[in-house]
């Protein structure tokens, strides 16, 4: 009813730990660097 529509939302299902050689991964590093990202993009048109 709000938010975003289940058809909007995608998962692309990489793991980063298993790819933190293109990926940063917070669990791959053992916690020992303190950061965290998170993107969400709003696409025109779509």
Do not use: Y
């Not at 050689?21 to 048109?45: K, P």
């Amino acid at each position: 009813e709000a938010g975003i529509p289940k058809e909007q939302i995608e998962v692309s299902g990489v793991c980063t730990c298993c790819h933190f050689d293109w990926l940063f991964s917070h669990r791959a590093t053992g916690g020992r660097r303190g950061n965290l990202a998170g993107v969400i993009t709003l696409m025109e048109g779509e």
